[in-house]
Every structure is written in structure tokens, then in C-alpha cells.
T-cell receptor, first 111, second 110 residues
Framework: QKEVEQDPGPLSVPEGAIVSLNCTYSNSAFQYFMWYRQYSRKGPELLMYTYSSGNKEDGRFTAQVDKSSKYISLFIRDSQPSDSATYLCAMMDTGRRALTFGSGTRLQVQP | DGGITQSPKYLFRKEGQNVTLSCEQNLNHDAMYWYRQDPGQGLRLIYYSQIVNDFQKGDIAEGYSVSREKKESFPLTVTSAQKNPTAFYLC?????????FGSGTQLSVL
């Protein structure tokens, strides 16, 4: 079993929809949680960063972490065609200090 | 212009050949990382370095080697022992828990 599980999609939604992306994990030592966006054959770019449990909002993006359930989410409101990309969740524990990634969810927002 | 520079963008390896991928950063970050990405998969950690002259194996280090002689540079060598080297290689650096990535190198086997 992988340490981080993420539904690969693809997920196709109409423009303006609310998108929900999720990851589950098994390592209770993970303390830092991130979401990256990756366009095809480009380097991932950091979207959201959360420490421990809770919510964080940045514009149209909201990240949620539920450590008791080992479950994290990214919500995208008013989705745009430019949001079409692969979204990767990533986590870090304080010991190894390197990110462990999910497999990525491919999102397509239809105009 | 601050950032992480990976070169070359595309690289071809012949059978039995070692090749080296370059990664340079001017963000003054202590930590640097190498990840491998295969189609439809997430990123897997090859090697990482928290400080100059020190580095640790990641989850898939076999067939790879690194050096960290300067803070700004973390080159990755794909040796002939790596039997399936075709992949997209990503270098990252970070000053805390946040990692920032270069634009990647696509390595293919001739």
C-alpha cells in the first residue's frame, strides 16, 4: 500500500463548477501538507501549504487537512479552463524532511 | 532572476552510458532534491541533500549518484546500472518545508 493515495482521474467538469480533490495517507508522522499544480511536462508549482490540521483559503482555492482521518482536500471554486492541469498532493514529516507525493489527479475544465 | 535551472531540457542516453543532469539554484536554499516522474505517476524521491557535502538516499536511489560540493548545485548522474532510466527528472530546492521545482529534464534511451 502506498503511503499517499490519490485518485488519478481524469476529472472533467464544466467551467464555473466547484472541484474537490482528495488524498488519503497512512503515515501519522506527516505534519506538513501541500498541493502542487503541474501543467504538462512542466515543473510543479506550489499552490497551497498547510501545517497540521485545519483550513486555509487563498482566492478560489481552499485546502483542508483532517489529521484524525488522515485525509486532505483541495477545493477550487468557480473553476476556469486555465485550471486544467494535474494536481499533486504532497506531505512531509519532520524526520526525513522530504516530500512524499500522491500520484496526481488530472483535471479538465470544459469551457 | 531567482529560480532553479535544470539542463538540458532533453537528454538521450546510449546503452551502457552514464549521463549527468544539471541543477542550479540561486534562491540560497540549504536543501535540494531530485525526483523522478513516470507517465501517470507522481514524483518519487531519488536523492536529497540538506546541507553541502551531505546527501541521503531516497526511495529509488539504485542506479543513481549525486554530489553536493556547492550550495547552489546538485547534479544527478544516471549510471549504466539504472536499467529503466526513461523518465522526467525534476530538481527542487527548499529553505523550509516548501519545495520549489525546476522545469525538468526528459531523459530517453536511444
Amino acid at each position: 500500500q502506498k503511503e499517499v493515495e490519490q485518485d488519478p482521474g481524469p476529472l472533467s467538469v464544466p467551467e464555473g463548477a466547484i472541484v474537490s480533490l482528495n488524498c488519503t495517507y497512512s503515515n501519522s508522522a506527516f505534519q506538513y501538507f501541500m498541493w502542487y499544480r503541474q501543467y504538462s511536462r512542466k515543473g510543479p508549482e506550489l499552490l497551497m501549504y498547510t501545517y497540521s490540521s485545519g483550513n486555509k483559503e487563498d482566492g478560489r482555492f481552499t485546502a483542508q487537512v483532517d489529521k484524525s482521518s488522515k485525509y486532505i482536500s483541495l477545493f477550487i471554486r468557480d473553476s476556469q479552463p486555465s485550471d486544467s492541469a494535474t494536481y499533486l498532493c504532497a506531505m512531509m514529516d519532520t524526520g526525513r524532511r522530504a516530500l512524499t507525493f500522491g500520484s496526481g489527479t488530472r483535471l479538465q475544465v470544459q469551457p | 532572476d531567482g529560480g532553479i535551472t535544470q539542463s538540458p531540457k532533453y537528454l538521450f542516453r546510449k546503452e551502457g552510458q552514464n549521463v549527468t543532469l544539471s541543477c542550479e539554484q540561486n534562491l540560497n536554499h540549504d536543501a535540494m532534491y531530485w525526483y523522478r516522474q513516470d507517465p501517470g505517476q507522481g514524483l518519487r524521491l531519488i536523492y536529497y541533500s540538506q546541507i553541502v557535502n551531505d546527501f541521503q538516499k531516497g526511495d529509488i536511489a539504485e542506479g543513481y549518484s549525486v554530489s553536493r560540493e556547492k550550495k547552489e548545485s546538485f547534479p544527478l548522474t544516471v549510471t549504466s546500472a539504472q536499467k529503466n532510466p526513461t523518465a522526467f527528472y525534476l530538481c527542487a530546492s527548499g529553505g523550509n518545508e516548501k519545495l520549489f521545482f525546476g522545469s525538468g529534464t526528459q531523459l530517453s534511451v536511444l
